[in-house]
């Protein structure tokens, strides 16, 4: 039988084992809460705004959101910065800021060009019988809105959302090549990872790159992102004339020579042409 004294001194260190941590725990769990009620705080603070009130004063937002003028300040300077809200120097009332306007036209048209392209992917990757991307721009990099797999047994698994480098694969190319000289000057200038041994990481080539795919109107990437795995991609238009993103066919190197996948260009430049100009854009789009 356990010693009566030695029993009470466990029940005492096992009694404050559990007092220290519940103090622990209840130390971080204000700082944890403080830092979510300053996101939301925030997100409500950008949708006090509206086309009632565009423009809105520190005293009237603390108001709405029930919190200190000094909370209000400090979000409102740190939206500032990051250009998702403006301060009127005349009447020093906020409004949203243009950065808001970029995250929104980025959904626009992620959703625009997703709803008109998916028919004609479908088409695309009936005649191809490959994996078909739709890619848009997101930085310097490309995110893929849509995927239609393969229905080969052997194929290659593209995941929606994913982002991908631009300068070392089809989808990037074809729209980076299109893009303004200070975007590609921004994706140049920082560091092109080597993902595979057969990527070309020197930005002079990659310039080269970009020229000759706006000669001729697609991209290919050769094992360059992904070890076998070779794609063609090319570029699709708004009303505007702007390249809002790519449509690509991929799949494995084994099955896809460098001839092969140049068969692909026909149906994937009359795809490209086609989503384009149910984007608004006119004639004489493909000019090879």
């Known amino acids: ?83 998702l809200l403006e301060q009127n120097p005349e009447t020093e009332r906020y409004r949203l800021g ?14 625009n060009l997703s709803n008109e392209a998916r028919p004609y992917l479908f ?5 191809t019988g490959e994996t078909i991307i739709l890619g848009i721009p997101t930085d310097t990099e490309v995110m893929h809105v849509y995927d239609l797999e393969s229905p080969q047994a052997v194929g290659i698994k593209s995941d929606l959302g994913a982002r991908r480098p631009a300068h070392c694969t089809a989808v990037g190319r074809a729209i980076f090549a299109f893009a303004p000289e200070e975007m590609i000057e921004r994706l140049l200038a920082g560091p092109l ?22 000669e001729c109107g697609f991209a290919i990437e050769d094992e360059e992102s992904e070890p076998g795995i070779r794609a063609i991609a090319a570029p699709v238009r708004d009303s505007t004339g702007a390249v809002v ?44």
């Not at 260190?13 to 700082?31: C, D, G, I, Q």
């Not at 036209?105 to 959703?111: A, F, Q």
């Not at 088409?123 to 005649?127: E, F, T, V």
């Open 193 to 214: 990872v080597r993902r595979t041994p057969h990527t070309i990481t020197d930005p002079a080539r990659v310039r080269e790159i970009f020229a000759e795919v706006r």
């Open 123 to 127: 088409d695309l990757r009936k005649l």
């Open 245 to 288: 993103g790519a449509v690509g066919v991929a799949g494995p190197s084994l099955r896809l020579s460098l001839e092969a996948i140049e068969k692909f260009v026909p149906p994937l430049l009359d795809t490209v042409a086609t989503i384009s100009s149910r984007l608004g854009h006119g004639a004489g789009y493909r000019q090879r």
């Open 1 to 83: 039988m356990d010693d009566p004294l030695l029993l009470a001194n466990r029940r005492k260190m096992h009694a404050m084992n559990a007092s220290v941590k519940e103090t622990a725990r209840t130390k971080k769990a204000p700082a944890k809460r403080n830092r979510l009620s300053s996101v939301t705080t925030a997100i409500r603070l950008l949708k006090a705004f509206s086309e009632d009130e565009a423009e809105i004063g520190v005293s009237a937002l603390a108001q709405k959101l029930k919190v200190a003028k000094s909370t209000v300040h400090r979000l409102a300077v740190t939206l500032v910065a990051e250009g």
């Open 98 to 111: 243009v950065g808001l306007f970029g995250l929104g036209t980025l959904v626009r048209r992620r959703m």
